[in-house]
T-cell receptor, first 110, second 116 residues
Framework: AQSVTQLGSHVSVSEGALVLLRCNYS??????LFWYVQYPNQGLQLLLK??????LVKGINGFEAEFKKSETSFHLTKPSAHMSDAAEYFC????????FGKGTRLHILP | DTGVSQDPRHKITKRGQNVTFRCDPI?????LYWYRQTLGQGPEFLTY????????KSRLLSDRFSAERPKGSFSTLEIQRTEQGDSAMYLC??????????????FGPGTRLTVL
């Protein structure tokens, strides 16, 4: 069975600071991994996905994630946070059906 | 490309009533997925279709739930004899054809169900 664990249900960072959202996965097969973002009253939007082509995956809005097999991790980072990044972020694993983590709400402090 | 649309956006019903939600996928997308998201949780997979064929159903989908995609275009999700535990956001997603490894699932805005 596949699963993901997101560390921290809430993360606060100052505007301009590094954003780091943590995700660990469990999978018996090479995983396909995703980060989705959900803004208030909006649908889920794909930020980036890992499909084994490259371990460092670049996504939209300046986000990127690195696949580390030895650590079973797929952490999401952004060098400099913007106020507009405030949202809920979901790490996910799967192929036909996607298994989502519980989410991390990102707060940006002015 | 107008995106995935869902109707209604909000539904309030009394316990025991039946409700039906509709999802219109992106045109020409062959795969359609239903997920449920409860407060403070990530979305949970319910079922998905390849054209009109329902390929997988989660154990979360009790016999009170039924989903259809009769012509391989829009889909409906019906909940019979609603219970308070059914209160959630019901999300629909569509993708072009293959699995998520190669195709992106595009999500609709969801239908928020409140069962009183």
């Amino acid at each position: 069975a596949q699963s993901v664990t997101q560390l921290g249900s809430h993360v606060s960072v100052s505007e301009g600071a590094l954003v780091l959202l943590r995700c660990n996965y469990s999978s018996s097969v090479p995983p396909y991994l995703f980060w989705y973002v959900q803004y208030p009253n909006q649908g889920l939007q794909l930020l980036l996905k890992y499909t084994s082509a490259a371990t460092l995956v670049k996504g939209i809005n300046g986000f990127e994630a690195e696949f580390k097999k030895s650590e079973t991790s797929f952490h999401l980072t952004k060098p400099s946070a913007h106020m507009s990044d405030a949202a809920e972020y979901f790490c996910a694993v799967g192929d036909d059906k996607i298994i989502f983590g519980k989410g991390t709400r990102l707060h940006i402090l002015p | 490309d107008t995106g995935v649309s869902q109707d209604p956006r909000h539904k309030i019903t009394k316990r025991g009533q039946n409700v039906t939600f509709r999802c219109d996928p992106i045109s020409e997308h062959n795969r359609l997925y239903w997920y449920r998201q409860t407060l403070g949780q990530g979305p949970e997979f319910l079922t998905y279709f390849q054209n009109e064929a329902q390929l997988e159903k989660s154990r979360l989908l009790s016999d009170r739930f039924s989903a259809e995609r009769p012509k391989g275009s829009f889909s409906t999700l019906e909940i019979q004899r609603t219970e308070q535990g059914d209160s959630a956001m019901y999300l629909c997603a569509s993708s072009l054809d293959a699995g998520a490894s190669t195709d992106t699932q595009y999500f609709g805005p969801g239908t928020r169900l409140t069962v009183l």
